[in-house]
């Protein structure tokens, strides 16, 4: 069975930084991808960045130049993702969640497209 696994939520200042941490076990999952996705009170899920197993990454809009995922893997049997979080802004505030795939949808942006989750972690950023 899959494990995600999300930490490292919190409170900040806008501006400031925050790190979250994501472990996926086993990572033998089909050469699995991971993305963070966020979803703030009334609104839909929305892919923020992924990474597939080569360390190409995709990233939203909104996020591009102010975040950065990346991935360390140990053999096959557990994988982290972080995503750093820089020059934060109040609309970055959401419940952010870990997500696993696997070919073909590596590249997706869409929530359907992920097959295991973890519990998500809260960031919020005041102004």
């Known amino acids: 069975q899959v494990q995600v696994v999300e930490a490292g939520g919190g409170s900040v200042q806008a501006g400031g930084s925050l790190r979250l941490s994501c472990i996926v076990s086993?990572?033998?999952?089909?050469?699995?991808?991971m993305a963070w996705f966020r979803q703030a009170p009334g609104k839909e899920r929305e892919g923020v960045a992924g990474i597939d197993t080569g360390g190409k990454t995709w990233y939203a809009d909104s996020v591009k130049g102010r975040f950065t995922i990346s991935q360390f893997s140990q053999d096959n049997a557990k994988n982290t993702v972080y995503l750093h979080m820089n020059v934060t802004k109040p609309e970055d505030s959401a419940m952010y969640y870990c997500?696993?795939?696997?070919?073909?949808?590596?590249?997706?942006?869409?929530?359907?497209?992920?097959?295991?989750w973890g519990q998500g972690t809260q960031v919020t950023v005041s102004s």
């Open positions: 086993p990572y033998t999952y089909s050469g699995s991808c």
């Open positions: 997500a696993a795939t696997g070919p073909p949808h590596c590249y997706s942006r869409r929530a359907i497209d992920f097959d295991y």
